[in-house]
Structure formats: structure tokens, C-alpha cells
């Protein structure tokens, strides 16, 4: 090679490290009662930060999935085919037990391990995330119909990955997936035009389409129509018990912003074979269960995407050079990383206190019940909200060189603002937020005492005012994003003076609570420790 093309001054790749290598993600595990669970999750973050897994992603992205709707001798199939790579990324993470998993593990802190699996794994590719993560919230809803969650859950909580269309009985492990929105309505569920109408078997035969149904590979799908006594819940196998397929006719598959390696479709049923879950009428109820567990995991998986930009970030400035000096040594520089590593740790610090209450939630816990209910729609809204811009800046401190596909940023920049959409746009959260305000006050005082816990002036301050608006009523809905906002900044607050070193909680109160950030990342006030933060980046690097 000639010395024109010498290179220099370019920082090694990002491979060969422990992704659970990560104080914040590492004190959430034991705080929230997962510990017994570490040497599984360095096991899976080595995994994902090899150069193998990266490589997975990569081509999971390039080569999408592919419909076949028909045979060679024209019979109907309604196939997708996945590149290879897929389906090792799918095979590690149900191995991990990050699918249907805990909800057949009785020790305590079980969802708190797989909510840590979850981030470790889905930095490495984010798009197969999605049936995992369906796979994982069917089962408390299924549990409404005892009989179909005896025959299923067993095989949604296993651990084997087993792809291909089959009797579900002849599998060693199911996946899970669900259809709610239509053309006409979207997030207005109640507007579907899906018929069921009961046979004389007990099943029911569903008639209608659905306008987004990611992963329609999957086994199972839980699948909203209009029955005679109103809006239902039906179980949807893709093979029934016989073995013969059912009509589940996918029209395409959707040409998507990013989330490349998962593919969403657009179904249609004629003749669908169907099993009632929970009550007649009552499907959105019945639903919910599932759609709250998948919120969860939108808190989650952007957590890690912020996460997964932070650490391309910091290594890169830790080696790259500018003007005589290492990036990650320039006052303004180490702002931003200081800034985007405040952001990050808040996000993560959350998600996993969430995935905690959901886990004592489900062992009983009314307290955690309550909590949940309401903090889950605050932190989707808000985590999912920052992630972009999070990522965003991270992309800039590469420069251009993070604006080319190798480097992976591009994909996560694509990647970031679907969590914000997925179960709900923002306006759905913070209208559910104050729906759960008004009809569940349980929640609010859960809510309440949780942030009080933290013994903090400036935590107390900002709860008052949060109090006084919810004292006036009035003009509600307009200032719901606001109100959400202000909800999910003293809630991390509150978090991380109990559970963060002082330089965090001060650092996240000067600039969250107290407003002294500019409208970009790395504007923390000059009273910041920096130093302090820095000390929480990823340590697997």
C-alpha cells in the first residue's frame, strides 16, 4: 500500500468487548433483584459484542426478508423468507430466554433478567427484537382463556427456537404475534371492520385484514374483530392443530423506514380459524395485558439504542485526535459525551425499574401493580422520545465517518424513532397517561410515592409544580405533552439521587429539572462534574 494511503488517526472497531460491561445496567440488575443473573448476562454481552454477532446484524439489514405468496404450482403459501443471519440472532436470543422465558421461572427477579437480556442483545440488532418481544407479552393476556394457555404457553416459554410453519404441537418452542390496527383506523381500534362469528365447534371464523402485523412468520397471533357482542380478542394460529394451514393471506410486506430485518405485513382473513381470549366484547381489556408488556419493552429497547449509540461514541472519541489532543480531552467534547452518558444512564435506570415492578407486579405486589400502570406510559413516551435525538448527536461526534453504514449508526439512527410509534404514538401515551390519572388514582399515589422517596429538595420542588398543574384541569389534553414530560424528568430524578453517585443526580437536576440545558446535548452547565460522569460509560469497551 503507498504511503498516500496510510492510515492513521481512525479508531479500532468496536468488537471483541462485553456489552454487560456497563456500571449503570450492572447496578439495575442487582438492585432490582436479578443478580443471580450476571454471569448469564456477560456470557450473552460477550456474544453480542463479537465481531460474529455484528456481522449477523449486518446482513439481517442488507438482505430484508422476502414474501412468497405462492409455490411453483401456484398454491397459496404465504411464506417470508429470512437471510440466515436472522435466524441466528432469533436462536440466540429465545436460547437467552429472552422471549416467553420468565413467565414459566419462578424466582424472584426472572423479568428483570430477561429485561436486562433484552437491552444486552437488541444493541447488537434491534429488528428481531420484535417477535421476541410479542413472544414474551402474549402470555399474561393468553392466560385469559386458561384452556388455550395450557395447550400454548408451555411452548411460548421455551427456549428452543423453532422456526417454520408446523402444528404448533409438533414444535419444541412457539412465537407470538399480534394484529390490532386496520387502514380505517389505526390507533382507533374500535373502528375495525373484522368480523367473527362463532361455528358450532366453539372456534370462530374471522373475516377482515389488518393494516400492520410484524412478523408474520410467527406461530400465534392475537388478533382484535368485531363479534356480535363488540370488540374481541381471538387467538390465530398459523397452522391449525390438523396441520393444515390456516388463511392467512399476507398481501406484502411493509417498505419501512428502518426495523429492515423484521418483517411487517398486511393480512388478510377469509375463513380464519379463531379462538376467543378473555370476554366477548371485551378485546381491547383483554389485549392490554399484552400491549402493556410490549410498552415495556419499548422503554427498554430504546434505553439500549441510546445505550448502543453512547458506546460507539465514546470509543470513538477516545481515539480519535483533533488539533493535537484526543477528542474525549476537549472540554467541549467531553460535554457532549458527558451529557449523552447522563441521558443514557437515566433511561436505563428507569427501564430497569420498570421491568423490577413488572416483575413484582406479576408475584402480587398491588403497590407495583399501580405504579406500573402509569409509570409505564410516562417512560414510553419519554424514552422513547429522546432516543433520536440521543443517537443523532452521538452519529455527530463520528463525524462523517458515522454517517456511513459501516459503522453501524445509520442503522440505529433508522432504528430510533420506532419505539416511539410502536404501541402507541405519543399522543396515545399521554392521553393514556391522563386517562390513567383520572380513572385509576391508585396509580398517581403509587406514582407519588415513588418520587417521594427520594429525600431532595429538588425533587420535592418539581413534584409541587407537577401537583398544581394537575390541580387545574382545565386545557388538559392540550398540555399533556408537557405534564408527561415533567412526569417522566422527576421520576428519573427521584431515581438516580437514591441510586446514582452524587455527580449524576446533580448534574441530571441542574439540567433536566432545574432547565439550565440548551436546546442540544452537550450544553451541561459549567458547574458539572464532568469527570464524575464519565466514569458511568460502558467499561467493556
Not at 443471580?36 to 455484528?54: F, I, K, N, P, Y
Not at 424472584?108 to 437480556?117: E, L, N, S
Not at 410490549?294 to 453512547?310: F, M
Request: proline share 5%; hydrophobic share 40%; charged share 25%.
Amino acid at each position: 500500500m503507498t504511503a498516500t494511503h496510510e492510515v492513521t488517526n481512525q479508531p479500532p472497531p468496536l468488537t471483541g468487548h462485553d456489552v454487560a460491561e456497563d456500571p449503570v445496567l450492572l447496578e439495575g440488575v442487582r438492585r432490582e433483584g436479578a443478580a443471580w443473573h450476571l454471569d448469564e448476562l456477560h456470557r450473552l454481552g460477550r456474544r453480542a459484542g463479537s465481531e460474529e454477532v455484528q456481522r449477523w446484524a449486518d446482513q439481517a439489514n442488507r438482505h430484508e426478508p422476502e414474501l412468497r405468496t405462492h409455490d411453483r404450482y401456484g398454491n397459496r403459501i404465504d411464506e417470508v423468507d429470512f437471510h440466515p443471519a436472522y435466524h441466528s440472532l432469533m436462536d440466540v436470543a429465545i436460547g437467552a430466554g429472552l422471549g416467553g422465558t420468565p413467565w414459566a421461572d419462578e424466582r424472584p427477579g426472572a423479568h428483570v433478567a430477561r429485561a436486562a437480556g433484552f437491552m444486552v442483545w437488541s444493541s447488537a440488532e434491534s429488528g428481531h427484537g420484535c417477535p421476541v418481544s410479542m413472544t414474551y407479552a402474549v402470555v399474561p393476556a393468553l392466560r385469559r382463556a386458561p384452556e388455550l394457555a395450557a395447550v400454548y404457553e408451555p411452548l411460548l416459554t421455551s427456549r428452543v427456537y423453532d422456526p417454520g410453519l408446523r402444528a404448533p404441537a409438533s414444535k419444541r418452542g412457539l412465537l407470538a404475534g399480534m394484529g390490532m390496527t386496520e387502514k380505517q383506523g389505526g390507533t382507533d381500534v374500535r373502528s375495525n371492520t373484522t368480523s367473527a362469528v362463532e361455528s358450532a365447534d366453539g372456534s370462530w371464523r374471522l373475516r377482515g385484514h389488518k393494516w400492520f402485523t410484524s412478523a408474520p412468520m410467527n406461530d400465534v397471533f392475537l388478533v382484535l374483530a368485531q363479534a356480535p357482542g363488540g370488540l374481541s380478542c381471538f387467538l390465530v394460529p398459523r397452522v391449525l392443530p390438523d396441520g393444515s394451514r390456516n388463511t392467512f393471506r399476507i398481501q406484502r410486506l411493509k417498505d419501512k423506514l428502518g426495523n429492515r430485518s423484521n418483517a411487517s405485513s398486511e393480512p388478510e382473513f377469509d375463513d380464519t380459524v379463531a379462538w376467543l381470549v378473555g370476554v366477548e366484547g371485551q378485546g381491547v381489556r383483554t389485549i392490554i395485558d399484552m400491549v402493556t408488556m410490549t410498552r415495556l419493552d419499548c422503554v427498554l429497547g430504546s434505553a439500549s439504542g441510546t445505550r448502543a449509540a453512547l458506546a460507539q461514541a465514546a470509543h470513538h472519541v477516545r481515539y480519535r485526535s483533533v488539533f493535537g489532543a484526543k477528542l474525549i480531552d476537549q472540554p467541549l467534547m467531553r460535554n457532549v459525551i458527558a451529557d449523552l452518558a447522563l441521558e443514557s444512564e437515566a433511561a436505563t435506570t428507569l427501564a430497569l425499574r420498570l421491568a423490577g415492578a413488572a416483575d413484582r407486579a406479576h408475584r402480587g405486589d398491588a403497590g407495583e401493580w399501580a405504579f406500573l400502570r402509569l409509570a409505564t406510559a410516562v417512560g414510553k413516551y419519554w424514552v422513547c422520545k429522546r432516543q433520536p435525538a440521543a443517537v443523532a448527536e452521538a452519529l455527530e461526534c463520528l463525524g462523517g465517518n458515522g454517517y456511513v453504514e459501516d459503522s453501524g449508526l445509520p442503522r440505529l439512527y433508522r432504528e430510533a424513532p420506532l419505539n416511539g410509534i410502536w404501541e402507541g404514538s405519543g399522543n396515545v401515551n399521554a392521553l393514556d397517561v391522563l386517562r390513567a390519572l383520572a380513572r385509576e388514582p391508585e396509580s398517581l399515589a403509587a406514582f407519588r410515592a415513588e418520587v417521594a422517596a427520594a429525600d431532595d429538595a429538588r425533587v420535592s420542588a418539581a413534584w409541587r409544580s407537577i401537583e398544581s398543574d394537575l390541580a387545574n384541569p382545565a386545557d388538559a389534553q392540550l398540555r399533556a405533552r408537557r405534564l408527561v414530560e415533567r412526569l417522566a424528568l422527576t421520576l428519573q430524578a427521584s431515581l438516580l439521587v437514591r441510586h446514582a453517585p452524587a455527580a449524576v443526580s446533580d448534574a441530571f437536576c441542574a439540567s433536566r429539572l432545574a432547565g439550565d440545558q440548551g436546546f442540544s446535548f452537550g450544553t451541561l452547565p459549567a458547574s458539572t462534574d464532568i469527570g464524575g460522569l464519565l466514569t458511568r460509560l460502558p467499561a467493556g469497551l
